[in-house]
């Protein structure tokens, strides 16, 4: 098996291209948003369009929520795809979704940029934020029972049409995700240190919590991720590689999955060790 990916930010058309890029590149199934789809039907998964806030439609897409990557996985060992395209906004997002699914490694990536026109990805975008429509490379009789109470409209191409007459790819669908109205989502860097700074003081080695910073990546205006800083005082008595590589790994799973967001490295520093002479004279 095989597995490829396409890659841009959100709203810049990389689902209406899905079907072109993965016939060209002989994929005969696509990730797209939670959901795994061959052949024009969904075969396994659940969108993330279907949920009702923006955090948990960013879960659903990269497989976080429980069960869910499990379903999906099963589903690929059943059909068996010879080569698989993975949607995503980034390349750690795309890389994130084939390790979860445990895929093979991505051979191939392609950028909506290098298949589409700055104006064709501008009035995208216009479609998504202006009128809350999101596509979804499946007919649209596929969705019925997936988009129960959802606006779903057969795809009437978002671009001029050309004169140049093309091949049909296959129908696509256009739905509008309830949380499309809520506007454009931020998360405060407070937020993300207050819960980095749960997860350590709930650790009982941990004796204080001296310093969060969150640092977050960026390439352009796509913002790619945090790297997480701490520094912390330890309890004397405990193996301390061993505790931070588990507390890392915590904070990772505590931050990604209450925000959405890709965490990329976590950096605790140990900056003192506290020594309870009390408790140690008590136990003499």
């Known amino acids: 098996m095989d597995v490829i990916a396409l890659v841009g930010p959100s709203g810049t058309g990389k689902s209406h ?3 072109q890029v993965a016939r060209e590149h002989n994929a005969d199934a696509i990730i797209d948003d939670g959901i795994l789809i061959k052949d024009g039907h969904i075969i396994a998964g659940e969108s ?3 949920e009702k806030s923006k955090i948990m439609a960013v879960r659903r897409a990269i ?3 429980p069960g869910h990557a499990e379903e999906v996985r099963a589903a690929i060992q059943q059909i068996q795809p010879h080569r698989i395209l993975v949607i995503g906004t980034s390349e750690n997002m795309v890389h994130k979704i084939a390790k979860t ?9 392609v950028r909506i940029e290098d298949i589409a026109s700055r104006s064709e990805m501008a009035l995208a975008r216009f479609h998504r934020q202006k009128e809350g429509k999101h596509i979804i490379p499946v007919p649209t009789i596929e969705l019925k029972s997936h988009f129960s109470g959802y606006l779903i409209d057969p795809l009437q191409s978002l671009f001029k049409k050309s004169r140049v007459r093309r091949r049909k790819l296959g ?6 995700p309830v949380f499309s109205y809520y506007g454009k989502l931020i998360i405060d860097d407070t937020v993300i240190k207050k819960i980095v700074e749960k997860v350590l003081k709930a650790k009982e080695f941990v004796n204080n919590v001296k310093k969060i910073s969150v640092n977050h990546l960026f390439r352009g205006d796509e913002d790619r991720g945090l790297n997480i800083s701490c520094e912390v005082v330890l309890n004397y008595g405990n193996h301390i590689p061993t505790l931070i590589s588990q507390t890392q790994a915590k904070i990772r799973e505590a931050v ?4 959405g967001m890709i965490v990329h490295a976590i950096n605790i520093d140990v900056r003192a060790l506290y020594v309870d002479f009390q408790l140690g004279a008590k136990n003499n």
């Open 17 to 19: 291209r899905a079907l």
């Open 48 to 50: 993330a369009k279907t």
């Open 101 to 109: 699914l445990k895929l093979p490694a991505i051979q191939l990536i």
């Open 256 to 259: 990604e999955y209450a925000t």
């Open 63 to 65: 497989f976080v929520l």
């Open 171 to 176: 129908e696509k669908s256009i739905v509008r």
